[in-house]
C-alpha cells in the first residue's frame, strides 16, 4: 500500500524540506505542496490524499480553519499539523490531529508519522485467552500472605526509586516483578506504558490534559482523582488505543 501527501505551509524552505523527508518514506507514491490555507483545500480535493501535513500558522486560512473545513469535505483524511510553536499542541489535539510536529523537522520523527499511519491500517487481532484466563490475578506482597487481584482492578503502576508499586482502590503494593515484566504480563489486560515509570489501565483514563514541554498528564478513575505523567513520544500512540 502505497501515500499520498499534501503539504501546506506558506513557507518555502519548511515546505521544501519536509517534502523532501516524506519523499525518502518507501511507501510515498507522490507528494503534493500548497503555499496556503485556501490552496491546500483545493489540493486535498483534487488529489484525495492519505495524509495532509498542515501548517497552524498561514496568512489566508489557519490550519483551524483549514482543519475545519476539511472534516466536512474529507472525513476520513488524517491530518499531521506542524508548527514552530508548542502551544498551538492543545489546539491540534483538540481537532482531533493523527500526529502534531514540531520545526525544525526531524528526519525520525517524519519517519514515526508513517509507522504510526502503517500501524493504524492494521486490524488488530484480539489474542486468544489462555485456559482459564478470566481466572488469572496478580500477586500483591501484604503483611502476613498475598493478596490477589483482577488485572481490572489496577488502575496504574508506577515505578518509585527502586520498588515497583501496583495502585489499586485499595491502596499501593509492591511487587517481585519489573515494570518492563509487567508491561508484557499486562498487555493483553489494556494496560499502556505511558512513561518511563508509569503503566496504565487504559480503561481507568478519564481525561488527557496537556503540562509542559509538549508532554501530558491522564486523570485516572480514581476518588483522588490522580494523575499520571505521559511522556510526549508516547501521547500520540495513547490516543490512537484510547479513540475511536
Not at 527502586?162 to 482502590?169: A, N, R, S, Y
Amino acid at each position: 500500500m502505497g501515500y499520498k501527501v499534501v503539504i501546506a505551509d506558506d513557507e518555502a524552505p519548511a515546505r521544501e524540506e519536509l517534502a523532501y523527508l516524506t519523499g525518502q518514506i518507501p511507501d510515498v507514491l507522490s507528494v503534493v505542496t500548497a503555499s496556503g490555507g485556501m490552496e491546500a483545500v483545493r489540493r486535498v480535493q483534487e488529489e484525495q490524499p492519505d495524509l495532509l501535513f498542515l501548517d497552524m500558522d498561514m496568512p489566508d486560512l489557519s490550519g483551524r480553519q483549514v482543519a475545519q473545513l476539511l472534516a466536512e469535505l474529507q472525513p476520513g483524511l488524517k491530518i499531521v499539523f506542524s508548527t514552530a510553536y508548542d502551544q498551538y499542541a492543545v489546539d491540534a489535539f483538540k481537532l482531533r490531529a493523527f500526529h502534531y510536529l514540531l520545526k525544525p523537522y526531524d528526519e525520525e520523527e517524519v519517519a514515526e508519522v508513517f509507522r504510526e499511519l502503517r500501524k493504524a491500517a492494521v486490524p488488530v487481532t484480539p489474542k486468544p485467552a489462555a485456559a482459564g484466563g478470566g481466572c488469572v490475578k496478580l500477586a500483591l506482597e501484604v503483611e502476613g500472605g498475598i493478596k490477589y487481584v483482577f488485572p481490572a482492578e489496577v488502575q496504574y503502576i508506577s515505578k518509585e526509586g527502586k520498588h515497583v508499586l501496583v495502585h489499586t482502590g485499595g491502596g499501593a503494593y509492591p511487587v517481585g516483578y519489573t515494570l518492563q515484566e509487567l508491561e508484557q504480563k499486562l498487555a493483553p489486560y489494556g494496560f499502556f506504558r505511558c512513561h518511563k515509570s508509569y503503566l496504565v489501565r487504559l480503561a481507568a483514563i478519564t481525561e488527557l490534559k496537556s503540562w509542559i514541554n509538549g508532554a501530558y498528564d491522564v486523570r485516572i478513575d480514581d476518588e483522588a482523582g490522580t494523575t499520571v505523567p505521559v511522556s510526549r513520544n508516547y501521547v500520540k500512540e495513547l490516543r490512537l488505543k484510547l479513540e475511536i
